[in-house]
C-alpha cells in the first residue's frame, strides 16, 4: 500500500486490491461509491481510498487505470474499472490526485485524518479481514472523532492490510480507534497552535498525521 498527501486531501493507493468498510455518521455529504463497501456487493476490493474532493478522486481514477489497476470488465488488461471510495472534507482546498498518486510513498501511518466543515478519517489494520469486519473496525474507530470533540458529519473508512495476523478483531477496533484519536488530537493540537476556536470550525485546517 502506498500513501499520497496534500494540504487538502490524503490518499491510501492499494493497487492490488484491500477490502475495505466504512461507517458514517451525519448526512454522508461529499461521498462517492460507499455503496460499494457493503458486504452484499459483489465488488469485494478497492483500489484506493480518498480523502478529499472530486478533483482529487479524478486524479486518482486515472492514475490507477492508466496502470491497468482497477475490477475487471473485459478480457484486456486496459479493461478495468477503478473502486475509489471517498469523502470530502467540505471546506478544504482542493487537490491535483494525479500529483498526489505520483508522489505517493510506502505506507507509514496507521491513521488519517482530514477536518473541515466535515470530517474524514481512515484506519489501516495489519489484518486479513472481510468486508462485515471492516466495518465493524471503522463503526469502532470513529468513536475517535467525538472524543476529540468533532461533531460535525464524519466518514470512517477501515482498511485491511490482507495479511493473516490472527489477531482478535476486538483488539484490532481497540488499535484502530486509539490510531484515529492520536491522529485527531494531533490535528487538534496543530490547529490550536494556530490559535484556531476548535477543530470543527476550523475550514481550512487540515493534517495527515504521523504516530510515533
Do not use: K
Amino acid at each position: 500500500m502506498l500513501v499520497g498527501r496534500a494540504p487538502g486531501a490524503a490518499v491510501l493507493l492499494a493497487p492490488a486490491g484491500a477490502v475495505a468498510g466504512v461507517d458514517v455518521r451525519g448526512a454522508p455529504v461529499g461521498t462517492r461509491e460507499l455503496d460499494l463497501l457493503d458486504p452484499s456487493t459483489l465488488v469485494r476490493r478497492v483500489h484506493a481510498v480518498v480523502l478529499g474532493g472530486p478533483s482529487t478522486v479524478d486524479g486518482v481514477v486515472r492514475w490507477l487505470a492508466e496502470r491497468g489497476h482497477g475490477f475487471a470488465v473485459g478480457p484486456q488488461p486496459f479493461e478495468v474499472v477503478p473502486i475509489v471510495p471517498a469523502a470530502e472534507p467540505l471546506g478544504l482546498a482542493p487537490a491535483d490526485g494525479y500529483a498526489v498518486c505520483t508522489s505517493a510513498v510506502p505506507l507509514d501511518v496507521p491513521a488519517l485524518a482530514l477536518v473541515g466543515s466535515t470530517a474524514a478519517g481512515l484506519v489501516v489494520v495489519d489484518a486479513d479481514l472481510d468486508p462485515a469486519e471492516c466495518r465493524r473496525v471503522a463503526m469502532s474507530a470513529h468513536d475517535a472523532f467525538a472524543r476529540t470533540g468533532v461533531t460535525v458529519p464524519a466518514t470512517v473508512f477501515a482498511v485491511a492490510t490482507g495479511t493473516p495476523t490472527g489477531t482478535p478483531l476486538s483488539t484490532l477496533c481497540a488499535t484502530a480507534t486509539t490510531a484515529l484519536h492520536h491522529a485527531c488530537r494531533t490535528l487538534s493540537a496543530r490547529v490550536s497552535n494556530a490559535q484556531r476556536p476548535s477543530v470543527e470550525r476550523s475550514g481550512t485546517e487540515s493534517s495527515t498525521l504521523r504516530l510515533s
